[in-house]
């Protein structure tokens, strides 16, 4: 078949299935964010409904639309049937602009309107940085190695995308059990179900059904009402003043919007093991201006290329599920239904499909790396386990402090440091772990990867890298900082050297040759 004459059609059965899976997916990150917002930094509705809500629709809209063309793009210049890549939320991402950027400007100031402001600002900058990326991107990705980029993604797949909404499930048994079970019938066993309805949609019915019965969901219109998406300029230029007021919070900032670039670079290489392939500058462009249009109409949270592009693919979509979603969450946002379906759908019913999605992409990845490289996707995941630890033994000292708990020491207090090592409890290592822990898994997972391989000098290079970023607090740090030395960085340092060297005083013929190498497997579009 001639390249660039191929047939792509938008739409696919499959789509209707992978719908319902991308939009649960945006609709739990926009319930979750939106329910801080309102009730943790006690942001009016008209503000979290009527600003953040619109401003992110129309993040998602900008978004869905380039990538729709670049499916199209592939699609004629390879020739077959592809995949659009799924656009939204960032959730990692999301996370830290809550309560590393919005969180410490109401708890300073308490006051919700100026914390807005700021994160607005903060997501404009932000996209600035992450559109940046597309300068380093396409190396980045030509001299990483796979398992590399694949593994830390399935270290956020397993933590943050499959276990926390699993403990969601088993939190509330009766609406999880009953969404959980369609779940693994239609999506993991891929059984048809009754009248081809998409398990996705089934699992929501019948989880908000149970929920319904037993009084844990309602049918309340209060907050719908018409939202257009406005331009909020004044606002923006505030929040940007007050960041370079206080450049502590660029701390933050860029350290995060360097990781959802990379993000974004290992999303596209999934995409790519699962047989799609799509120009990393572009999309890492796409996601920066994404994340700048909907700061500007009020949102503050970035946009990227979403994890799970394999688990679409399973199901047979083309681009018909991004342009449903592309289409119904703005309808919902500007219409005001979100707040309808936030109190409609309890969380239980829609967690079992990211516990679909977390696992998909991890089977995914074992099937796109070479066997011996899972050694190295398994170090690329252990990081995101120290991340949750440390998220969740902040969440215990809070809810101790807000119980009324008296005598509490803060975490990082050198006591109590000592007294959960002796409890078996590494803190310091885990929260060094922790800090840049996308980076940190993606360079790890690359050096064990390129030793594997017998490339010396390029892991060398990874953990030469990891010095540099380690002295300047891009990882293994909470800020920025001007160069210093710590145990971790000189660690970095010694490792580089021998891995520079050793080549040099070794036999050649114990390194494998380049030539000699299996090359990475290419998954089938089927998987």
Request: charged share 10%.
């Amino acid at each position: 078949m001639r390249v660039g004459s191929y047939d792509y059609k938008l739409f696919s059965r499959g789509d209707f299935s992978a719908f319902w899976a991308l939009f649960t997916d945006n609709l739990v990150n926009l319930m979750v964010l939106a329910g801080i917002c309102q009730f943790v930094f006690q942001m009016p509705a008209e503000i979290v409904y009527g600003r953040i809500v619109p401003g992110a629709a129309i993040a998602v809209l900008a978004g869905v639309a380039i990538y729709v063309l670049l499916a199209k793009r592939a699609a004629a210049e390879q020739g077959h049937d592809v995949t659009a890549l799924p656009y939204g939320i960032s959730t990692p991402v999301m996370f830290v602009y809550l309560f590393g950027v919005i969180g410490p400007i109401y708890w300073s100031t308490n006051d919700p309107v100026l914390a807005w402001q700021v994160g607005i600002g903060a997501g404009f900058i932000g996209g600035i940085v992450a559109g940046l990326g597309a300068i380093v991107g396409p190396w980045l990705k030509r001299v990483t190695p796979r398992a590399g980029m694949l593994g830390t993604l399935c270290g956020i797949a397993l933590v943050f995308i499959g276990t926390v909404p699993l403990a969601t499930v088993f939190e509330n048994p009766f609406i999880g059990f009953a969404s959980m079970i369609i779940i693994l019938w239609g999506l993991v066993g891929r059984f048809r179900l009754p009248f081809n309805i998409p398990a996705g949609l089934l699992a929501l019915i019948i989880g908000t059904v149970v929920a319904l019965l037993i009084g844990q969901s309602k049918f309340s219109f209060e907050g719908v009402g018409f939202y257009p998406p406005l331009p909020y300029f004044g606002d923006l230029v505030a929040g940007i003043q007050h960041l370079f007021e206080n450049p502590q919070l660029f701390l933050v900032l860029v350290p995060v919007q360097i990781y959802n670039f990379i993000e974004t670079m290992n999303n596209v290489e999934s995409a790519e093991a699962a047989g799609d392939h799509y120009p990393v500058a572009t999309c890492q462009i796409t996601d920066g201006a994404g994340t700048m249009i909907g700061a500007l109409f009020g949102s503050p949270f970035p946009t990227t290329a979403y994890i799970g592009h394999p688990a679409y693919k399973r199901m047979g979509a083309h681009s018909g599920y991004v342009i449903g979603v592309g289409i119904v969450i703005p309808l919902a946002a500007f219409f005001g239904f979100l707040a309808f379906l936030t109190n409609l759908i309890p969380v239980a019913a829609a967690a079992p499909v990211l516990v679909f999605v977390a696992l998909s992409l991890i089977t995914n990845t074992a099937h796109a790396v070479r066997t011996e490289h899972m050694a190295a996707v398994t170090i690329a995941m252990m990081p995101h386990v120290s991340s949750f630890l440390v998220i969740k033994w902040g969440s215990l000292m809070g809810a101790l402090n807000a119980t009324g708990a008296e005598g509490v020491l803060p975490l990082g207090n050198p006591e109590l440091t000592a007294a959960l090592l002796q409890q078996g409890a590494h803190y310091d290592g885990h929260l060094a772990l922790s800090q840049g822990a996308i980076l940190t898994g993606l360079i790890w997972g690359a050096i064990v990867a390129c030793v594997i391989d017998g490339k010396f000098r390029n892991a060398g290079g990874f953990a030469f890298a990891a010095f540099v970023m380690s002295s300047i607090g891009i990882i293994h740090s909470a800020n920025l900082h001007w160069p210093e030395f710590s145990a971790v960085s000189l660690g970095y340092m010694i490792a580089a050297a021998f891995l520079l060297i050793y080549p040099i005083f070794h036999r050649e013929d114990a390194i494998v040759p380049e030539a000699e190498q299996t090359p990475e497997p290419q998954a089938s579009p089927a998987e």
